[in-house]
């Protein structure tokens, strides 16, 4: 989600479009409990709207009531009614909502708030935060970075909470070396479907915890998780560099994610500029705009390095160096480089400023039909040439950002829930469409030509934030952990009450 002004133009000309397309649950009875668990669920209608609604915008859930939470221990006794009471329904932790396709929803059962439970303590040494599960990222940077200190691990958008992301992975240009958000977590308390609070780390429990970070919200609810904090750096040089050349841009990308923390950028990424889209030239100088616009005409695909070094002081030998290797050795188009020098956290936080916008135009709450993807690496090739220029460049427009960049194996833990490509390096896609009542649609039969694709051309991908519908995709996506996956889910959920909206269970 690296640079939304993409999205700003082409959403700007649909303006007129109908209300977001939405699929339906059906309409659901309000959820009464009993006065001795002392817990208020809140089941007015607009309370009710916004959690029947996710950031994909295309699915409607409506539940029988909301719990905000003043504590983890009412979390807990409404988990231990549940599995217990006499009615028995199902429980949905929700942060910030930005699920696709209705991963945090809960038909008829409970919402839970998570954001009403928020809270960062830094430790005396400062080595790493506790932090509630429905803190947002913002926040634990703002908190850490006045204390001179931050997580090292982010994703590209931090308005999400600390619990949804460690329920995925929490993916961004930083995992590369220091990995995914879930490679930086300590110690969790987690909140089973049984009603139990439980402490866990590598040492404690830790059946739950490898299962919890990366299982989709299958096995808990994280109510508190213990985070790595390193030193905040003061400021980072952003560069952009534009390639004609796919094999030189993946060779370029390649290379510097191999590079080691002294000799090497602190965060890459990429992205793709294609003819048949809003074509993004903000990031160069005004004279330049018009020479990038002509590129990608010409080309029709552009591809755009954007790297990063964070520093303290400019004048540390270092980082000049790295910048002076950035700018000699590697093989983009000659004269299309750009830099930006801004503050930390203004580079973490870049994509809120394109939030502001698109919320200013009252674009923002469309539909988003978002395919994320890993590639392996030694089918990357043949993900290009048949995916984006055989599907991608051939479709009438496209609408959003198209992220494309390499990170290593080596910095995941197999022993956790998430599933990535069996390959030392792979390549995460992002397809981030936005779409309109009337095309929704047509952009998820895109999605679907690309999975067909690369079924048919044994391009062995794995979906990230997915919604399969089939226990088979399921099995699959998993694979060889299905098994552990599954007996983890009798062993801490087991009436299957946690995040129904994933159709796992």
């Known amino acids: 989600m690296a640079n939304l002004r993409l999205m700003i133009t082409l959403i700007t000309v649909l303006v007129y479009l109908l209300p977001s397309f939405a699929k339906s649950s059906e309409s659901t009875k309000v959820i009464t409990l009993p006065k001795s668990l002392n817990l208020t669920l809140l089941t007015d209608p607009s309370t009710i709207s916004t959690a029947s609604h996710d950031y994909g915008n295309v699915t409607t859930v409506t539940p029988g009531g909301v719990l905000c939470p003043s504590s983890s221990a009412e979390i807990s006794r409404l988990l231990r009614y549940a599995a217990n009471g006499e009615t028995i329904f199902q429980v949905a932790a929700r942060g910030q909502g930005h699920s696709l396709n209705g991963q945090a929803s809960v038909s008829g059962g409970v919402v839970i708030n998570m954001t009403c439970l928020a809270d960062i303590t830094v430790s005396e040494d400062k080595e790493y935060a506790d932090v509630a599960g429905g803190t947002l990222w913002v926040d634990v940077l703002r908190e850490t970075a006045e204390q001179g200190v931050s997580p090292v691990s982010w994703t590209d958008y931090l308005h999400i909470s600390v619990g949804g992301t460690l329920s995925n992975a929490g993916i961004g240009g930083q995992m590369f070396r220091n990995g995914p958000q879930i490679s930086n977590v300590l110690e969790l308390d987690v909140i089973t479907g049984k009603g139990e609070t439980l402490a866990c780390s590598p040492q404690l429990n830790p059946e739950l915890f490898y299962g919890v970070l990366g299982g989709l919200g299958q096995f808990g609810i994280i109510s508190r998780a213990r985070i790595v904090l390193n030193h905040a750096p003061k400021r980072a040089k952003w560069f952009k560099m534009l390639y004609s050349d796919f094999t030189a841009f993946t060779k ?254």
């Not at 602190?266 to 705009?289: A, C, K, R, W």
């Not at 009337?438 to 030509?449: D, L, R």
């Not at 694979?479 to 599954?486: L, M, N, P, Q």
């Open 252 to 505: 370029d990308q390649e290379s510097l994610i191999s590079m080691n923390n002294d000799t090497g950028v602190d965060y890459v990424e990429g992205q793709l500029l294609m003819s048949n889209g809003i074509v993004d030239t903000s990031f160069f100088p005004p004279s330049d705009q018009s020479k990038v616009a002509d590129l990608v005409k010409n080309h029709s695909i552009i591809y755009v390095l954007e790297v990063a070094k964070y520093y303290d002081d400019p004048t540390v030998p270092t980082t000049g160096q790295v910048i002076d290797k950035l700018t000699k050795t590697l093989s983009y188009l000659p004269g299309f480089i750009s830099m930006h020098d801004v503050p930390y956290f203004d580079f973490l936080n870049r994509v809120q400023v394109e939030e502001d916008k698109l919320r200013s135009l009252a674009l923002w709450e469309v539909p988003h039909p978002w395919f994320n993807l890993y590639v392996p690496k030694t089918q990357i090739l043949d993900f290009h040439n048949g995916v984006v220029k055989d599907i991608l460049l051939k479709q009438n427009s496209t609408s959003g950002v198209a992220l494309f960049y390499p990170t290593n194996r080596n910095k995941w833990d197999n022993r956790m829930s998430a599933m990535i490509p069996d390959e030392n390096v792979f390549y995460v896609v992002g397809l981030l469409q936005s779409a309109s009542s009337q095309n929704v649609q047509e952009v998820e039969s895109v999605n679907e030509a690309i999975i067909r694709f690369c079924k048919d051309s044994d391009i062995k991908i794995k979906q990230y934030l997915m919604h399969f519908t089939r226990k088979e995709d399921w099995v699959g996506h998993f694979g060889s952990k299905w098994g552990a996956f599954s007996k983890r889910k009798d062993l801490f959920d087991p009436k299957k009450l946690l995040s129904p909206g994933q159709d796992i269970f």
